[in-house]
């Protein structure tokens, strides 16, 4: 897990500030740091050390004998077992490192080595015999990589601050992106970021370059399986076990201290069991509290650790210093997101990594992948009662789903939640992005709509629920703030639930996923049978709660949200209509918790905003480094 920044191209413009680009990234790599140069191309690598730590790991690599060069961000889990089928086809090795693995591969296997490669990754190889850039993202873009290109150049980079470095007038605001997150709670899903000309690379993509192009080409490696035409008829409980046994074996490699994000909830709790099954250790764990009034989770982590015999350590995240954390936050994501939850992981990798634990392992992806929202027993129930209404089901079989689901979500918000899911033609006016829509300045006709990802035929409407969420409404700003606050601190996060084994196992076998009202079945399967069958029973739902109402409502934030609305200069205010945020904040304040939501999410817009109007130091290194290598351009490893 590292960073990674580069130039291809016309690169004498870029020398001079090729080691400031790089020290913009030092927090992604505090153990060392490596550059080279060649004819037409630079790369820059920061190095956190977790596989390999001897010089061998040291990136960039090259093969001495095509010159071929690679700087690599992520880890491949399953690197021993490729190595292995490397090694019995004449493939020699000089280090022990998922890096070289990573290089042979491609020199060995080409584009056919994706299909075998299981982890996360954003890598970019150059090829001097053919003057070719090739750069990649994994299948469900875990591990970031951006790109602008100037006409003669091509900058890409883990973060896009990297490319401001390197180009500070890339740093203005995009107001697509800013829109999709303002009026749809939606961001990082194509390949807009939040700078009108930095562009991500999507997930499950390899392009090419050759300077001189004038753009890259791009390959699409890897799509949602379609669905298996038999109908479900295995143990989901005993398949899904199997899959996330072997997803946190390959997690668990490593050679530094390994730890786990605990909630108490279904998703870390099953990670939790699965490791403790393959550790000799007490599994060392950590959860978010914020002080002894608001324990959270902490009753139900500390149940799950009690079962398993693993160790836990409750987190303390703090009150008073929030809009300060909160600048931390925007600044680290490149960006305004919407979910609080980034405070509590804030304080847990910060906690981790002073306590000599540089890999976590999370439970990012389960909800989406095994349907733990409420809208998905929403459709569901909806679909129950067109089966009901064709004489396929009995009205009693009907009433039994709806008094479940009930005692998972009570009536009301099961009402709220059927509504949203099927409201008709008629009702599209009362739709609240409707309002949100009219907040935007200069935005004119219809409401506005980014391209949606698009579902393999034959999926039911569950499946396209979950597949939207899966791979553009939700999880992708999940992974993004996830990877930026993780690394912010110099930790590796490691998602089991993103093994690409068991997506393609959920979405091509669709086992039964809400049984009796409750959500993720095979989870909660797969705890009664490993211990935990307190947790498996829960249906209630908390996550990493946060104090956002009390801190936007009263103190520093009542203040300065207060002083916006009082001032005519205010960032913000070039994209979003004053007076109607003013009514917004006015709603939040009778505690109203979506007005809550969405004025929380100005708030992270405006400060991001702020923030880019203005120069930033590069972040202290983290930690003591190893095999620090001064800032420069020097040659990279051969292998």
């Known amino acids: 897990m590292c960073g990674i920044v580069g130039v291809a191209g016309e690169i004498a413009p870029y020398r001079g500030i090729f080691p400031a680009a790089l020290a913009s990234i030092v927090h992604r790599g505090p153990d060392g ?11 820059g690598h920061r190095r956190l050390a977790i596989i390999d730590l001897t010089e061998g790991g040291h990136q960039p690599m090259t093969d001495a004998a095509t010159g071929t060069v690679i700087t690599f961000n992520g880890e491949i889990f399953n690197y021993r077992e490729l190595r292995t089928e490397l090694e019995q086809q004449g493939v020699r090795f000089r280090s022990s490192s998922d890096t070289e693995v990573l290089l042979r591969a491609f020199l060995h296997w080409r584009t056919e080595m994706f299909s075998r490669l299981n982890g996360m ?3 970019a190889i150059w090829e001097p015999a053919t003057a070719t850039l090739t750069l990649s993202r994994d299948r469900f873009g875990v591990k970031p990589l951006y790109w602008h290109h100037d006409g003669s150049a091509l900058l890409f980079g883990s973060e896009a601050k990297a490319l401001i470095a390197l180009k500070p007038s890339l740093a203005k605001p995009n107001s697509d992106a800013i829109y999709d997150l303002v009026v749809n709670s939606r961001s990082h899903a194509s390949q807009d970021s939040f700078y009108k000309h930095i562009i991500s690379l999507p997930p499950a993509t390899t392009a090419t370059y050759r300077p001189g192009d004038t753009d890259l080409r791009m390959m699409r490696y890897w799509n949602y399986p379609a669905p298996d035409d038999a109908a479900y008829s295995g143990d989901s409980g005993e398949e899904f076990g ?25 998703d870390s709790s099953a990670i939790l069991a699965a490791a403790q099954k393959q550790s000799a250790a007490p599994v060392r764990c950590f959860t978010s509290v914020y002080g002894e009034s608001e324990r959270g989770e902490e009753r139900w982590a500390r149940i799950a650790t009690e079962a398993c015999g693993a160790d836990l350590e409750a987190v303390v995240a703090g009150h008073q210093d929030w809009l300060a954390t909160l600048g931390d936050i925007v600044h680290h994501m490149d960006g305004p997101g919407y979910s609080s939850a980034v405070f509590p ?39 129950a009662v067109r089966t009901t209404l064709s004489g396929k089901t009995s009205i009693a079989d009907l009433r039994r789903a709806f008094t479940a689901a009930k005692a998972t979500f009570g009536a009301r918000g099961l009402a709220a939640w059927m509504l949203r899911q099927n409201v008709g033609g008629a009702l599209k006016r009362f739709d609240p992005k409707n309002a949100r829509h009219r907040m935007m300045r200069d935005v004119e006709g219809s409401l506005q709509e980014s391209a949606r990802a698009t579902p393999p035929p034959g999926y039911t409407p569950l499946q396209k629920a979950l597949h939207s969420d899966h791979s553009d409404t939700v999880l992708p700003s999940l992974l993004h703030y996830g990877d930026a606050i993780s690394m912010a601190h110099g930790i590796e996060a490691r998602l089991p639930f993103m093994d690409y084994r068991l997506v393609e196992w959920a979405f091509r076998k669709h086992p039964p996923l809400i049984v009796d009202g409750k959500t993720k079945a095979p989870i909660r399967s797969y705890l009664a049978a490993n211990g935990m069958q307190a947790i498996a029973e829960r249906r209630d ?72 109007g203005t120069a930033r130091a590069p972040s202290p290194p983290i930690g003591n480094a190893r095999g620090h290598r001064s800032p420069g351009l020097t040659a990279a490893v051969a292998i």
């Open 345 to 383: 992981l804030w304080a847990i990798m910060k906690r981790a990594r002073a306590s000599g634990v540089p890999v976590l392992l999370e439970g990012q992806g389960a909800d989406e992948l095994l349907g733990g929202y409420p809208h998905y027993t929403a459709i569901q129930l909806a679909a």
């Open 541 to 612: 739902k908390l996550g990493y709660p946060t104090a956002i109402a009390r801190w936007i409502n009263t103190g520093e934030g009542r203040v300065m949200i207060d002083d916006w609305l009082a001032s005519s200069n205010v960032p913000l205010w070039s994209f979003i209509e004053r007076s109607a945020v003013a009514r917004l904040v006015a709603k939040a304040r009778t505690g109203d918790s979506t007005a809550i939501f969405h004025t929380y999410k100005l708030v992270v817009t405006n400060i991001w905003l702020m923030q880019i």
């Open 33 to 43: 740091e490596g550059t080279m140069e060649l004819p037409k191309v630079l790369f």
């Open 242 to 266: 199997a899959l996330i046994d072997d997803s946190v074996r390959l997690r668990l490699r490593s050679d530094v201290p390994i730890g786990l994000t605990l909630s108490g909830g279904l």
């Open 121 to 123: 990754w954003a890598f």
